[in-house]
């Protein structure tokens, strides 16, 4: 057995580094106030805690305020009163809200897949669930902000119109339109994110799902418009 040589130079020992790979966890973030500016971190924290966490909140709130916007669309309080209004979009809201972010996330999935993807069913409900945060805050927002504003009328049909009520339209229609952009960008982001390409293919993902929607809309559209013609 060869003895060690006291005289021979140290050899260098290499320590290795750690380095930090797409696998390492993000740091914790409260989803409440990340999701308007830090959505990539924020739909990572949501995956690794729970991805349905904020799930039946947000898209209650959805589901309620596209009840409130159709009820004003249609006049439904000229057959309810303003309670019956607003009692039918608590009720109701929910249930609409879960079942259309289910089908919704169930076509932008299969869209992302075909992209490169690789989200499960439960992390692309999240991307969409959390993405739309903005969008729904500020269409939420703006429906109060006109309910107060309007009462009853908003959902009457023979509401009179002044200056102070035009104005307040106009306001109203500038938040939804900017928290829908956000909204956008966001859930292009959260989409990204969990289905590890950039958010540029999120938007194309969302594009794709939404030709998915809207080609049998048109084809069943056009078909019964040449059937009674």
């Known amino acids: 057995m060869e003895s060690p040589n006291p005289y021979q130079a140290p050899t260098e020992v290499t320590v290795p580094v750690p380095v930090a790979s797409e696998s390492t966890p993000y740091d914790p973030i409260n989803p409440w106030n990340g999701i308007w500016l830090q959505p990539r971190r924020t739909i990572r924290t949501v995956v690794e805690m729970r991805?349905?966490?904020?799930?039946v909140p947000i898209a209650s709130a959805y589901g309620i305020g596209e009840i409130l916007d159709n009820a004003s669309e249609a006049s439904l309080g000229d057959r309810l009163p303003l309670f019956g209004v607003l009692l039918t979009a608590i009720a109701l809201g929910p249930?609409?809200?879960?079942?259309?972010l289910h089908i919704y996330a169930f076509i932008i999935r299969f869209a992302s897949v075909w992209l490169g993807g690789v989200a499960d069913f439960d992390q692309v409900r999240a991307a969409i669930v959390w993405g739309q945060v903005p969008s729904?805050?500020?269409?939420?927002?703006?429906?109060v902000f006109l309910l107060l504003v309007f009462g009853a009328g908003l959902f009457r049909s023979d509401a009179e119109f002044s200056d102070t009520r035009l104005v307040a339209t106009i306001i109203a229609g500038v938040v939804v339109v900017a928290s829908s952009i956000w909204g956008l960008i966001?859930?292009?982001?959260?989409l990204g994110e969990v289905s590890h390409f950039s958010a540029w293919r999120g938007l194309g993902a969302l594009l794709l799902g939404g030709l998915v929607i809207l080609v049998p809309i048109l084809s069943?559209?056009?078909?019964?418009a040449f059937a009674l013609s």
């Open 136 to 143: 729904i805050a500020g269409s939420l927002t703006s429906t």
């Open 186 to 190: 966001t859930m292009c982001h959260t």
């Open 220 to 224: 069943i559209v056009v078909f019964f």
């Open 95 to 100: 249930l609409v809200g879960l079942i259309g």
């Open 51 to 55: 991805p349905t966490w904020g799930m």
